[in-house]
């Protein structure tokens, strides 16, 4: 058992029944807590070195911690129930969320492009010692068991959500352990290291934040079901050897609920109630399997009637 387990069975210890969001909970509580820490100490840091790698770094964490606050709201609002103007729940606010973020970051990256320019041309002599330099490679190794502490839980309940925020954690870990190495040069008198590193670490930000951007609207736009999902639903169709052939899946995701509709196609002699059935046990097979979903399945009778 690792340290990992050993944590997630302390937490539930007592517990009767742990439900999807308490894991959610749990990874957004830690990310945030570690991130509040980590970036008040960087920052402080920062401005008592005149760093502007420290500093960007520590706005880093930053974006870690807002992330880890959509996710706790995600859940949170994922157990709001459906109204009148939203039949299919409120799942898709998170990913409006994200995408305010990560217009935020882009602009605060922008404005620290500048200073770290500005840097290089006309460089500072800062003096960080070495309790800094061992605090960020600290920073890095404690961010990298945040991040498989992210994946570990999102796994546990096939959660994109969590693997999506320890994704951010690992790319902090690369940028404190980038920064530390930099650390090391100033001390050795090559200054403008400092805004180059400041560029580095704003370069990791600028690609999150498109990559959110990316991802965010297409997901807001409506995609195409991965592959994935198609491959689930189709095994479980094929499963049944009174379903003949099936067309027209779609999958419609709302981020905390997802709507199934498919076309299954059965012999034109078989009862009503004989197709009703098999339609019956698609749809408990598949919400089943597929967790938060609503499932519709058309029967297609084909074939000739037998004399």
Same mark, same amino acid.
């Given at each position: ?49 005149? %760093?502007?790698?420290? @500093?960007?770094? $520590?706005? #880093?964490?930053?974006? *870690?911690?807002?992330? =880890?606050?959509? +996710?706790?709201? !995600? ?83 096939? %959660?994109?959500?969590? @693997?999506?925020? $320890?994704? #951010?954690?690992?790319? *902090?870990?690369?940028? =404190?352990?980038? +920064?530390?190495? !930099? ?92 197709? #009703? ?31």
């Amino acid at each position: 058992m690792n340290i990992n387990e050993l944590i997630l069975k302390k937490l539930i210890k007592n517990k009767k029944e742990v439900s999807r969001e308490f894991f959610g909970y749990v990874e957004a509580w830690v990310s945030i807590l570690g991130n509040i820490f980590l970036f008040i100490i960087k920052f402080l840091f920062g401005i008592a070195t005149k %760093s502007i790698s420290i @500093i960007t770094e $520590a706005f #880093h964490s930053l974006s *870690d911690i807002l992330t =880890s606050i959509l +996710v706790l709201g !995600g859940f949170k609002l994922s157990k709001k129930p459906p109204d009148e103007k939203h039949p299919f729940g409120h799942g898709r606010i998170e990913q409006i969320g994200t995408l305010i973020i990560a217009f935020l970051l882009l602009f605060a990256s922008i404005n620290f492009t500048k200073i770290s320019i500005a840097r290089i041309k006309n460089p500072i002599e800062i003096q960080p010692s070495i309790f800094i330099i061992i605090f960020m490679f600290f920073s890095g190794f404690f961010k990298e068991w945040m991040t498989k502490f992210s994946f570990f839980l999102g796994k546990k309940i096939n %959660s994109d959500l969590l @693997i999506a925020d $320890a994704w #951010h954690h690992r790319l *902090d870990s690369f940028a =404190s352990f980038i +920064v530390g190495i !930099g650390l090391i040069f100033i001390r050795f008198g090559v200054y403008k290291v400092d805004g180059i590193i400041g560029i580095i670490v704003i370069l990791l930000l600028f690609w999150i934040s498109f990559d959110l951007i990316k991802k965010t609207t297409s997901s807001l736009i409506g995609e195409a079901p991965d592959e994935k999902t198609i491959g689930k639903i189709k095994k479980i169709i094929s499963s049944n050897s009174e379903i003949l052939n099936s067309h027209d899946i779609k999958v419609h995701d709302y981020g905390n609920k997802k709507i199934i509709s498919l076309h299954i196609e059965v012999e034109k002699n078989l009862s009503l109630k004989q197709a #009703h059935d098999i339609a019956l046990k698609i749809q408990d097979k598949l919400k089943e399997e597929i967790k938060n979903s609503e499932v519709s399945v058309h029967i297609d009778p084909i074939g000739e009637r037998d004399d």
